[in-house]
């Protein structure tokens, strides 16, 4: 089974937002958190009581955050989702959780909601307290701000970036009992990104119905085989979240894994999940360039995947990338000390359409053709293991200077 979704049961939405799907309003604004004038909070919030599910990061030290939104979750409902960038609010102890129930029940209050039925999600500078008066202030004037149309849904896309250069969207449309269906998403991620979900935020809206067990296998299925496959830097942060809601609007029969569009519906919601997961690999600090490793040939997908993330997540390997510098044996290295089954003898690695390795021995290659496919923005390279059936393809970036510099001063 490969992760590449292909696009044939489902529709690109051209402009879809996050409040594209039926039910939803969101919003942002600057409130003080970032040293900048750019947006710090936000909020999505849906008409009515919306399915939800989630997942969180693999990382032992959460932030409080997720702690709240854990809770609120519990029964598999949520109505808003309060957002705020520039500050974590992790590693801040009992303080820390009071802020974030404090945004919660602010929210909740606010947007008119169930205290139980917010969510909260943090993203920014870790081990610092939240400035709560910025963040009562702007969770008060939130309201306003909130809307259908695409200004609203960007000043919330713009209200999650930390370091990003770019905003992350996607949206299909897809068929279930002939009705159409919405899946939209937004995230943020430039950096301490890295498989093992969750490695960002990331709010996803539908307005399909369908239970909270089916959303819930569905969102960890999708995340395995897309955000769990990209990386920047091997860094997996406190905060990672992703968090999806769907309101019922488009009135279809409720999707379960037995029903007829069920294969058409998860196809959608997998390929905006792999369109995020992607941008964020592209627009990884520093990042000049987007590396896609894929590994065929493998004993197991689950095989396929631990190499393809060893490959992708080789500094040795995101280095060359930066420098144009067809290094195979960087790659190759990196192949056997994924602690996977590997023929030593049949190996083939393709830069692009290039081949450079063939049978585990070196091909004569075009190295100035090398070089002009390497220096484009967009590099794919191949391994073929030549041992069993399995699959999979990873997302990346290059390491370039600005890496460091960007988080030598990230505090500053």
């Known amino acids: 089974m490969g992760t590449n979704v292909e696009q044939q049961t489902f529709t690109v939405v051209e402009n879809g937002t996050i409040v594209t799907p039926g039910g939803f309003t969101a919003g942002g604004l600057h409130c003080g958190l970032k040293k900048t004038s750019r947006n710090d909070i936000g909020a999505i919030r849906c008409d009515v009581p919306a399915t939800a599910a989630a997942v969180y990061t693999t990382n032992v030290f959460q932030a409080a955050p997720l702690k709240v939104t ?45 205290e139980e039925d917010v969510a909260v999600a943090s993203t920014g500078v870790i081990g610092e307290l939240l400035k709560m008066d910025a963040v009562h202030s702007g969770i008060k004037a939130l309201p306003e701000q909130l809307g259908k149309e695409s200004n609203e849904a960007e000043q919330f896309s713009q209200a999650i970036l930390t370091t990003d250069l770019v905003k992350k969207e996607a949206c299909v449309s897809v068929k279930v009992n002939g009705k159409t269906v919405t899946i939209a998403g937004a995230a943020k991620g430039s950096g301490m990104i890295h498989p093992n979900m969750a490695t960002m935020l990331a709010f996803m809206t539908s307005d399909a119905v369908i239970g909270a067990e089916a959303l819930q296998r569905l969102l960890r299925q999708a995340t395995n085989h897309t955000f769990n496959m990209i990386t920047v830097d091997g860094d997996t942060s406190t905060n990672d979240m992703l968090v999806t809601m769907s309101s019922g609007y488009a009135g279809n029969e409720e999707l379960t894994m037995e029903h007829p569009d ?9 390929y905006v999940c792999q369109v995020l997961a992607k941008a964020i ?81 070196p091909v004569v290659f075009d190295e100035e053709a090398a070089l002009a496919y390497l220096q484009t923005d967009t590099v794919r390279i191949v391994v073929d293991l030549h041992h069993g059936e399995g699959t999979a393809t990873a997302w990346g970036c290059d390491l370039t200077y600005d890496y460091v510099r960007i988080n030598a001063a990230y505090r500053t």
Not at 75 to 91: D, E
Not at 262 to 270: E, L
């Open 70 to 114: 854990r809770e609120s979750l519990s029964n598999g409902r949520l109505q808003a989702v309060i957002v705020n960038s520039g500050n974590a609010n992790a590693c801040t102890g009992q303080q820390g959780e009071e802020d974030a129930y404090a945004m919660r029940s602010a929210a909740a209050r606010e947007l008119g909601v169930a």
């Open 262 to 270: 069920w294969d058409a519906f998860a196809a959608g919601f997998t």
């Open 281 to 361: 690999a592209r627009d990884g600090e520093g990042a000049t360039k987007l590396v896609e490793v894929e590994v065929t040939g493998a004993v197991s997908d689950e095989s396929a995947q631990a190499i393809a993330k060893t490959v992708i997540g080789s500094s040795l390997v995101k280095s060359a990338m930066f420098g144009a510098d067809a290094n195979w044996g960087r790659i190759i290295a990196a192949v056997g000390r994924a602690g996977q089954p590997v023929n030593p003898d049949t190996v083939d690695i393709r830069l692009g359409e290039i081949s450079v390795l063939a049978q585990s021995r």
